[in-house]
Every structure is written in C-alpha cells, then in structure tokens.
Nanobody, 125 residues
C-alpha cells in the first residue's frame, strides 16, 4: 500500500511563492509518474502538473505553465511543486497523485492509482 502526504500549503499574497511537497511511503514505491491536481470551491478537480519518475519528463496545465515547476527526489520518494507568481485563482486544495503503470495518459483523475489528502493553498489579492 502506498501513502501520499502533502505539505507546504498556506496563505500567501498574490505574486508570492509557495513550495508544496508530497512524501510517499510504502513497502515498495516505484511509480511511473507523479502528479499534482487541484480543486477550487465549487469546481471539479483539475490537472496541474505531472512528472515521470524515471527521466523527469514534465507536463503542465496551460493555466500554470511558466509559473509552476514540478520536480522529484527519487531518493526521498518526494515530489515537489514550486509555485511562483501566485494568483487568487490558484486558490484551491492541492492533491498529490501517483500512477504505477506506464501510460501516455496523465491529465485525468482516473489515470492515477493513489491520492493524498490534500493541502490548502489560499492566495489573497
């Protein structure tokens, strides 16, 4: 069983930065890819960014491209999301997700096997 625990959320002013972390634990953790999703109040959960665990190939949602960076530390089983130039519309609960098997699909919730509980990010104007 794999457990994902997010941290690093908080309240920041627009234009500032936050760095989210997602630590994975389990008997054997070797995902194909990790991802971040977010869910704003009253909205559906949406894809933010993903990275392949081997090779580090990253993809981003258009809304965060150029502002957010996803990265991973394989030795520590941790994935990060560096969020710069934050906007009020980035306010949401951010979730970490892991997919075990290889796939070219990455932007849907159903593409992932494990999820964290989420961490709140609030950006004030």
């Amino acid at each position: 069983q794999v457990q994902l625990v997010e941290s690093g959320g908080g309240l920041v002013q627009a234009g500032n930065s936050l760095r989210l972390s997602c630590a994975a634990s389990g008997r054997t953790f070797s995902p194909y890819r990790m991802a971040w999703f977010r869910q704003a109040p009253g909205k559906e959960r949406e894809f933010v960014a993903t990275i392949t665990w081997i090779g580090g190939r990253a993809y981003y949602a258009d809304s965060v491209k150029g502002r957010f960076t996803i990265s991973g530390d394989n030795a520590k089983n941790t994935v990060f999301l560096q969020m710069n130039s934050l906007k009020p519309e980035d306010t949401a609960v951010y979730f970490c997700a892991a997919r075990l098997a290889g796939s070219t699909l990455y932007s849907r919730e159903s593409d992932y096997n494990y999820w964290g509980q989420g961490t709140q990010v609030t950006v004030s104007s």
